[in-house]
């Protein structure tokens, strides 16, 4: 690799392949089209992706709930009609199969891959460099799968829209199971029974396991992603005629319960 890689987008996930890159010794060069961001003594620059001529980009930017609870893809088609279609690009923001096939629809000969992201906010510089493995769909699979080997990463190897999916029901999953054991701890309450043995007991079965059993003051989830990823699949089943009633309950209870605390 002769070039740097450009890292659109300078929040908890860009500063992650940052630190992950320049630990392999990849030169990067961050552009935050939203907002400046100073961090320490570093400056993210507010310049534009094409000022750069950049080997490849990753694309971090934020892809916020819009009003009807899809995912507004402003940011990301901003910095793609920045970019050359030669030009390697990997998608590491949330996205829907529609936001996909409108990416693909308006770029149809850019060089684009996907990869989901499932970084906690807090401690996404440590998750990135604990997980073993990154997934990949799209069109520049070899150009990517060099680079994160390299970075001591195995590769899955996926259809974009698969890893859309799995990554939305897979938070969708895990907001659903803080909404059931949130019930849990309603049952337990009212029964005078101690709700934090009975989860414990619960995640001793390897099958469930103790993640996101933990009920707090604030109740159910919150945070970005949850709340976020369920809207958004809620909002592409219902274009698709598909009832998700399980996960739909699971947002109406959480609503409920974040409302009264």
């Excluded at 070039?3 to 996930?13: N, P, T």
């Excluded at 961090?39 to 892809?63: M, P, R």
Aim: glycine share 6%; aromatic share 10%; hydrophobic share 35%.
């Amino acid at each position: 690799m002769t070039g740097y890689i450009l890292i659109a987008g300078y929040g908890s996930v860009g500063q992650a392949h940052e630190r992950l890159l320049n630990t392999f010794d990849y030169m990067t060069q961050i552009v935050d089209p939203e907002y400046y961001r100073i961090l320490g003594q570093k400056q993210a620059f507010l310049g534009k992706v094409s000022d750069y001529n950049a080997e490849s980009i990753i694309i971090c930017v934020s892809t916020p709930e819009d009003y009807d609870g899809a995912c507004n893809m402003v940011n990301v088609l901003d910095v793609l009609e920045q970019t050359k279609e030669v030009t390697p690009v990997l998608i590491k923001s949330t996205i829907s199969i529609d936001g996909w096939l409108n990416v693909k629809h308006k770029f149809p000969n850019h060089n684009i891959t996907y990869s989901p992201e499932y970084l906690r906010s807090d401690t996404a510089i440590k998750d990135l460099e604990d997980c073993e493995t990154i997934s990949l769909g799209g069109d520049d699979i070899p150009y990517w799968t060099e680079i994160f080997n390299n970075c001591g990463k195995n590769i899955n190897i996926y259809e974009p829209e698969e890893l859309i999916v799995a990554k939305t029901f897979r938070n969708a999953f895990l907001a659903t199971k803080v909404s059931f054991f949130n019930q849990i701890f309603d049952y337990c309450k009212k029964t005078n029974v101690n709700f934090q043995k009975v989860a414990n007991e619960i995640g001793e079965d390897p099958r469930i396991g103790h993640s996101h059993t933990r009920v707090t003051n604030e109740r159910g989830f919150g945070g970005h992603c949850f709340p976020k990823d369920t809207n958004a699949i809620l909002k592409s089943a219902n274009n698709v005629g598909v009832d998700l009633n399980i996960i739909r309950s699971a947002v109406e209870y959480n609503n409920k319960i974040r409302k009264n605390t």
